[in-house]
Each structure stands twice: as C-alpha cells, then as structure tokens.
C-alpha cells in the first residue's frame, strides 16, 4: 500500500521525513541510501537538503485508518508528492509489522491537558512516566519534541501507529 509523507510542516519548515525513515532502515546501507538522494536530485533538479545532517529515526507513522486496511503484513510504498506527476518512492518496498490503536484526546472534561491512549494504556501529559512515553512516541514518529506533536495533532484524534520496525508501545 502507498504510505505518503509530507515533506514540510504547515509552518513551511521541512520535515526530514526521508531522512528520518532512511535513519530508522538498518537494511538501507548507505550506497542504496545515496542512490534513493540522486535519483531524488536528479528527479527534481534540487539540491539535498539533508546533507551532513544527523536524523533521529522515524520508526513509524500515525494514520487514520477509517477503513482498517493497515494490518501486520501490508506491503509499504513509501512516497513524496502522492498523486501527482512528481510521485516518488523514497525508500523500497518495506513491511507493516505491527499497527497499534492510537487515540489523542483534548475533550476531556477533567483535564486541560490533552492524554494519549495506546492500546488502551493511558498517558498523561502532567505525569512524568506518561510525558515522557508521549516524548518518546513524538520523536519516533518524526517530531522534535511533544509539543510539535501536539501542534500537529491538535484535536481529538482515532488511528493506528504503523510500525515498519520492531518497536512497539
């Protein structure tokens, strides 16, 4: 299945994406990685942007999935600029090992704080253990810190956690 990324924030800043998921690939040796950057320069006539730079790895990705297609097994696409003339697979066909049920929810009449549910397994902002579960999760899908996570996610939100590696909550 075709996972797409975004390759900048709403804010405009880029997200590292690629770079990010390549960091989280121990298969993707650096002569494949180079080759994925020169097929993208040549693609797009650009200079890399993540040059030099030393990425955390994104080790998953959050998704609605309203129709439940995301299940362990799944073949992964994973692409830039979907659905257009300058679509581009970034890294090669990976598999879905696990999903886990997500949920971000502000609409909680006790609290002003937003809580995260993994699998059930609650986490709170204003406790130490779940700040710091909600951090983890936040830079492993790709994000500085919680609170860019929380700006992304700024509403209640239902999905599932798509892991292409081992790691799990």
Not at 142 to 148: C, T
Request: glycine share 4%; charged share 25%.
């Amino acid at each position: 299945m075709i996972l797409p990324f975004s390759t900048k924030f709403p804010d405009g800043k880029p997200t590292y994406f690629i770079e990010k998921i390549w960091a989280s690939i121990p298969e993707l040796k650096t002569p494949y990685k180079f080759n994925y950057e020169e097929l993208f320069v040549n693609k797009f006539n650009v200079l890399w942007d993540g040059w030099g730079e030393s990425f955390k790895p994104k080790k998953h990705t959050i998704r609605a999935d309203i129709h439940n297609r995301w299940k362990p097994g799944n073949k992964i696409h994973m692409v830039v600029f979907n659905r257009s003339k300058n679509q581009f697979q970034f890294a090669p066909v990976l598999e879905c090992k696990s999903v886990q049920k997500i949920e971000i929810i502000y609409s909680n009449p006790n609290s002003d704080y937003p809580f995260v549910k993994i699998d059930g397994a609650r986490y709170n902002v204003w406790e130490k253990s779940g700040l710091k579960m909600i951090s983890e999760i936040a830079i492993n899908d790709g994000f500085k810190s919680d609170i860019d996570f929380f700006q992304w996610f700024n509403k209640d939100f239902q999905g599932k956690i798509i892991h292409w590696t081992d790691l799990r909550y």
